[in-house]
């Protein structure tokens, strides 16, 4: 079965300073990968994705990914924080199902915290 | 437009009560998920449809039951609920059911209180 493991639950940083989520899968077959981003009291909305071709990937509100195979990883990056960025992060890997869809198995998350 | 939408935003039930959640979208996608999250968690697929009609279920108890009346729209209806089942609960849409790679579109939400 296919997963995704996010170290650290809880990260803070400065404003202007950059930042680092972690995350790493596990999958027997090439995964597809995804990062979602969720505000207080909103939905999930995606930043990014890898599926395929260039491993560096660049999302929405300048953060970007790179995939690692060597290393089985998928960390989140933003050379400099705003406050606007404190919110949960996902990592999530998808697998399809066999009936259609494709199922998001979703990392624990992990809590940005901008500080001035 | 990659807009989902759900209503109500809230909705405090007691046990002994029915009510339904509605999700809908109009981006033409074919595959719709109700998702089931628990604070500091992340979500839980609870169901999916695929062309309007259900392909996975996730083992969710009964008092649970889905509904896809046409391809835009989603129900959730909910009846004899227990506290435990309080959460929010996100619906999502994706245009290809037959590709891994498809962005799941998530929609605000309904928190429930079960009271």
């Known amino acids: 079965a296919q997963s995704v493991t996010q170290l650290g639950s809880h990260v803070s940083v400065s404003e202007g300073a950059l930042v680092l989520l972690r995350c790493n899968y596990s999958?027997?077959?090439?995964?597809?990968l995804f990062w979602y981003v969720q505000y207080p009291n909103q939905g999930l909305q995606l930043l990014l994705k890898y599926t395929t071709g260039a491993t560096l990937v660049k999302g929405i509100n300048g953060f970007e990914a790179e995939f690692k195979k060597s290393e089985t990883s998928f960390h989140l990056t933003k050379p400099s924080a705003h406050m606007s960025d404190a919110a949960e992060y996902f990592c999530a890997v998808s697998t399809i199902l066999t009936g259609g869809g494709n199922k998001l198995t979703f990392g624990t998350g992990t809590q940005l915290k901008v500080e001035l | 437009d990659t807009e989902v939408t759900q209503t109500p935003k809230h909705l405090v039930m007691g046990m002994t009560n029915k009510k339904s959640l509605k999700c809908e979208q109009h981006?033409?996608?074919?595959?719709m998920y109700w998702y089931k999250q628990k604070a500091k968690k992340p979500p839980e697929l609870m169901f999916v449809y695929s062309y309007e009609k259900l392909s996975i279920n996730e083992s969710v108890p009964s008092r649970f039951s889905p509904e896809c009346p046409n391809s835009s729209l989603l129900n959730l209806h909910l009846h004899a609920l227990q506290p435990e089942d309080s959460a929010l609960y996100l619906c999502?849409?994706?245009?290809?059911?037959?590709?891994?790679?498809?962005?799941?579109?998530f929609g605000p939400g309904t928190r429930l209180l079960v009271l």
């Open positions: 981006m033409g996608h074919r595959a």
């Open positions: 999502a849409s994706s245009q290809d059911v037959t590709s891994f790679k498809e962005t799941q579109y």
């Open positions: 999958s027997s077959v090439p995964p597809y």
